[in-house]
C-alpha cells in the first residue's frame, strides 16, 4: 500500500516544468521580434529628428539582415559548446544592450549617424542569431518527440504577437515622448528578460523543479 501511495503522490506533485520552459521561449521571442521592430515603429520620427534620407535608411535597415545571415552558424556552434542557457542568456542581455543605444545616436552628426546605427543595428543582429536554434535545442531537450510541433508553433507564434503587444506601445512612445524612448523601453525591459531567464531556464537534469 505504501508503494501505491507513494506513487499517488509523486503524480499530484508532477511538476510540468517544460511548459514553464515554453513560456518562457515564447517571452523571449515576442522580445526578439519587438526589437527588431523598433526602427520600424521609430524610425520615420528618428530619419526627420537626425536628418537621414531614405538612402540612408535604407542601409541602416539592411544591417540587421547581413548579421542574422552571418551570425547563424557561429551562434549554433556557440550554442553546442557552451549550452542554450549560458548562449541565451549573453545573447538576449547584448541584443537589448545595443538596442537601447540606439537610443542614443542624435548624439552624432551627418555620416557618423550612419556608421552609429548601422553597427548597432548589426550587432543586434549577430546577437540574435542564436536565438532560433536556441529555441530548437531547448525544446529537443526538454520535449518528447510526439509534443515538439506543439511546443514550435508556441514560440513561433511569438513573432506575431510581439506585434499586437509591441507596435501599439512603441507607436505611443515615440507620439507621446520621442523615438529614443521605443528603445530605452524595449531595451530596459529586454536586459530585466536576461536575468529572468537565467532563474527560468535549465537543463532538464539540473532543474530545480523537475521531479
Avoid: C
Avoid at 531595451?187 to 523537475?210: A, T
Amino acid at each position: 500500500m505504501s508503494s501505491l501511495s507513494q506513487a499517488a503522490s509523486s503524480v499530484e506533485k508532477r511538476t510540468n516544468a517544460r511548459y514553464w520552459i515554453v513560456v518562457m521561449l515564447f517571452i523571449v521571442t515576442s522580445f526578439n521580434y519587438g526589437d527588431r521592430a523598433t526602427l520600424s515603429i521609430a524610425g520615420s520620427e528618428m530619419a526627420k529628428d537626425i536628418g537621414l534620407d531614405p538612402v540612408g535608411m535604407g542601409y541602416v535597415f539592411s544591417a540587421f539582415s547581413w548579421a542574422y545571415v552571418i551570425g547563424q552558424i557561429p551562434g549554433g556552434w556557440l550554442l553546442d559548446r557552451f549550452g542554450s542557457k549560458r548562449v541565451y542568456f549573453w545573447s538576449i542581455f547584448i541584443w537589448s544592450m545595443f538596442t537601447l543605444l540606439q537610443g542614443f545616436v542624435d548624439i552624432f552628426s551627418g555620416f557618423g549617424i550612419i556608421v552609429a546605427l548601422f553597427t548597432l543595428r548589426f550587432l543586434v543582429g549577430l546577437a540574435e542569431a542564436p536565438s532560433f536554434p536556441g529555441n530548437s535545442r531547448i525544446v529537443a531537450a526538454w520535449f518528447p518527440a510526439q509534443e515538439r510541433g506543439t511546443a514550435v508553433s508556441i514560440f513561433n507564434s511569438a513573432q506575431y504577437f510581439a506585434t499586437v503587444i509591441f507596435a501599439p506601445i512603441m507607436g505611443w512612445l515615440t507620439h507621446e515622448v520621442g523615438w529614443s524612448h521605443v528603445f530605452f523601453f524595449m531595451g530596459g525591459l529586454g536586459i530585466v528578460i536576461s536575468f529572468i531567464w537565467l532563474k527560468v531556464i535549465h537543463e532538464p537534469n539540473q532543474h530545480p523543479g523537475v521531479n
